[in-house]
């Protein structure tokens, strides 16, 4: 069994890694052909504007809309691709919308105030999770059909809030942060076991 | 339970930026509008700068930090990272940058440099750093003083890539050499590198730097993209080579394309097609001031 992860920019390698450090072969997805044999999809982290742009003129986009049953991963810019709703995006910034939340891009701030923070996770074992954010959507607002898997208590601008940042709809998994930037595979291995798998 | 206390500015966090722009293109920007054609390209960041390396080598004098208000009008322009550069050893410059919190800082020898004997002390720092190298010791020793992201040098506002290919070639082929160096061999390679044995030794253990290497200087076309790509840059910046063409925002396209697809030679050769003359450039045995030779 192949999972395929989209390498037309970002961090794919640290996914295929990951993949392949649990016993499951990694397809980099670079063109519609590629999305033949595999059975779930990784959208990695990246800049999600350029990673857009790149599934347009692949058609990556419209070939991943046509394979309606695949199961997809989306870590940060993936996950701003799965979303429903974008705010401070690109006006012409396209998503799939398999995911019924609301995100913001650069929610938590500049660079400045990218952060690690240790999460629980809803489904994984019950020691915590490194969980590293880079310039990380804030996601807003989840729809009833979704399950929040995770949250984080983080200041914004003096108010502390608590935000979701790993969310799943059915076959669809999100998360704000990176497993893939550490030795965690365990995102991962819900993703396979509980999501791909389990269908 | 978890902690759940963030931490900000670790070392994973600085570099963890450099990973997400991996496979992209980062694009010399001198105001806001340029930074508005290179998001639009699909640039995966822009970089904030008073002029472009081939204008600094024409018009000379010293070349400074940019203006701070300039570097506000372009993080308001765009959505994307907004890196900046500071000039060598100008910690002050840097603190500036820190201030008006752009995502990177370029600690850059295109600059005039403000030291000729140190480089900014980046630990110190929360934002993260890229440096230049023309080869492995100069990378090493830019990551010890706590650079998150290295790029090769190149010979910048040139319009000619051979530089970048030597640099390139000259780090990837020393840490294929190390990879191999015995027990005994590592502290022969530290040495001569100058660089920290532990440095040294990480890169025998894994084979690659410890943070992402990018390539800049003296790209100009979507088939330099592709050159040094296939060398093992990971990204690229591209300076000059975009502004200084005849039509930019097609040209800018068709490098984020060619960064992309860089093995497929088919996608590349569909991008360059009718791209308009590339920047004039100058060939490097006819350059006068070696920008890449700034940096100790």
């Not at chain 1, 063109?31 to 347009?56: A, F, M, V, W, Y």
């Not at chain 2, 980062?26 to 998001?39: L, P, Y």
């Amino acid at each position: 069994m192949y999972i395929g992860v989209l390498a037309l920019q970002g961090d794919f390698l640290e996914h295929a890694e990951m993949l392949e450090r649990i016993g499951v072969r990694a397809k980099l997805v670079t063109s519609p052909r590629d999305l033949d044999s595999i059975e779930g999809l990784i959208l990695p982290g990246g800049e999600s504007t350029t990673i857009s742009k790149l599934l347009d003129s692949s058609h990556l986009g419209e070939f991943i809309k046509a394979r309606q049953d695949l199961p997809i991963f989306g870590t940060c810019a993936g996950l701003i691709l799965l979303a429903r709703s974008i705010t401070d995006g690109r006006a012409d910034q396209m998503s799939f919308g398999y995911l019924d939340i609301e995100v913001r891009r650069n929610g938590f701030g500049r660079q400045i105030r990218s952060f690690e923070s240790d999460l629980d996770i809803l489904g994984l074992s019950p020691t915590p999770m490194k969980a590293v954010f880079i310039r990380a959507p804030v996601i807003e607002k989840v729809g009833a059909e979704v399950t929040v898997m995770a949250s984080v208590l983080y200041n914004f601008e003096g108010r502390d809030a608590r935000v979701p940042v790993v969310v799943r709809q059915g076959r669809y998994l999100g998360s704000a942060f990176h497993p893939e930037l550490t030795s965690d595979t365990r995102l991962h291995e819900y993703f396979l076991q509980s999501v791909v798998r389990s269908r | 339970m978890s902690k759940e206390r963030p931490e900000f500015a670790t070392t994973r966090v600085k570099r963890g930026l450099a990973e997400m722009l991996r496979g992209g293109v980062i694009m010399d920007v001198v105001n806001a509008e340029q930074a508005k054609i290179a998001e639009d390209a699909g640039a995966v960041a822009v970089m904030a700068l008073e002029r472009v390396p081939a204008d600094i080598r024409r018009d000379g004098g010293v070349a400074r930090m940019s203006d701070p208000a300039l570097i506000v009008e372009i993080q308001e322009a765009v959505t994307i990272p907004v890196m900046a550069k500071a000039r060598i050893g100008h910690f002050a410059e840097a603190q500036i940058l820190e201030h008006l919190q752009v995502d990177y800082i370029d600690e850059s020898e295109v600059l005039t440099p403000a030291d000729y004997a140190h480089h900014i002390d980046k630990w110190a720092f929360e934002i993260p750093f890229v440096c230049g190298a023309t080869n492995l010791g100069e990378a090493l020793r830019r990551i010890s003083e706590g650079a998150a992201l290295i790029r090769s040098k190149g010979e910048a506002g040139t319009g000619d890539v051979s530089e970048a290919v030597t640099h390139l070639r000259s780090i990837a082929g020393d840490i294929r050499k190390i990879t191999q160096a015995d027990d005994s061999e590592v502290y022969g390679w530290a040495k001569e590198l100058r660089a920290p044995i532990d440095l040294v030794l990480e890169i025998r253990q894994s084979g690659k730097l410890p943070v992402p290497l990018f390539c800049a200087g003296g790209l100009a076309t979507p088939a330099d993209a592709s050159l040094v790509m296939q060398l093992g840059a990971e990204a690229v910046f591209v300076g000059s080579g975009i502004f200084k063409s005849n039509d930019p925002a097609k040209r800018a396209r068709a490098i984020v394309e060619a960064t992309t697809h860089f093995r497929d030679a088919s996608i590349v050769a569909k991008v360059s097609k009718n791209l308009g003359p590339a920047m004039v450039g100058i060939e490097m045995d006819k350059v006068d001031l070696h920008l890449a030779e700034r940096g100790w």
